[in-house]
């Protein structure tokens, strides 16, 4: 997460959602969801994943925030999650969009361990971890679309994301509010693969809580 984006977090506060809510909202998903964010809760701390503020605040702050980009992900087909780390979103998505091809990229071997355990505990068939950095599976990894969580900006994310996606596939990634100011800089990028032009999307999950920005864009070469 950049700073920028962890001074943003931190300005939001929100109760978590009933029970009842949630599985509303993640339907067949729920149980798995619920299981992923148990583990999260008893050992996220300790293993260096979230802080210890966020323990009371899962539910809205995180998973509801990964929850909030599915509907713009494709339901079947290949999807990447760059920088998976402590799973957000990709093992969200993963439990959501049970007939997608989830990859899960992530560098670090200790965070790369906690993935296999969370996907083993939770069982999901639909997971793939791959371990290193997302420049190394260019062209290894042909996605239809490629999505992420607070890792970097815009530029950055385009050069290290589309090269996982195919022709015509996504960049779908959750950022932060102020995106805007991030798609000048990365105008040179988003030219080399011919992207179209980001779109912004607010996106919402359960009442009451935050809103999630989401920026898309599709490549055309």
């Not at 995106?179 to 919402?204: H, N």
Request: hydrophobic share 45%.
């Amino acid at each position: 997460m950049t700073d920028d984006e962890a001074v943003e977090q931190d300005r939001v506060t929100a109760a978590e959602p009933d029970r009842a809510s949630l599985e509303a909202f993640f339907g067949p998903a729920f149980s798995q969801v619920e299981t992923f964010t148990a583990m999260l809760r008893a050992h996220g701390e300790e293993r260096g994943l979230i802080g210890p503020r966020e323990l009371g605040r899962l539910w809205s702050r995180h998973i509801l925030n990964s929850a909030a980009v599915v509907p713009y992900l494709p339901a079947r087909g290949r999807i990447a999650d760059v920088g998976s780390g402590a799973g957000l979103p990709g093992i969200v998505v993963a439990a959501m969009l049970p007939e997608a091809d989830v990859v899960l990229v992530e560098p670090m071997e200790r965070r790369c361990a906690w993935l296999s355990e969370v996907v083993d505990t939770v069982g999901l068939a639909n997971v793939t971890i791959r371990r290193g950095r997302a420049d190394e599976f260019a062209g290894a990894v042909e996605a239809d679309a490629v999505t992420s969580r607070a890792v970097a900006s815009l530029a950055k994310l385009a050069r290290w994301s589309f090269p996982l996606a195919r022709v015509g596939g996504e960049l779908v990634a959750l950022k932060g509010r102020h995106v805007q100011a991030e798609i000048g800089p990365a105008a040179k990028v988003l030219r080399s693969f011919d992207a179209t032009e980001p779109e912004i999307i607010e996106a919402t999950t359960l009442p009451g809580t935050e809103p999630t920005t989401v920026l898309r864009t599709r490549r055309r070469r």
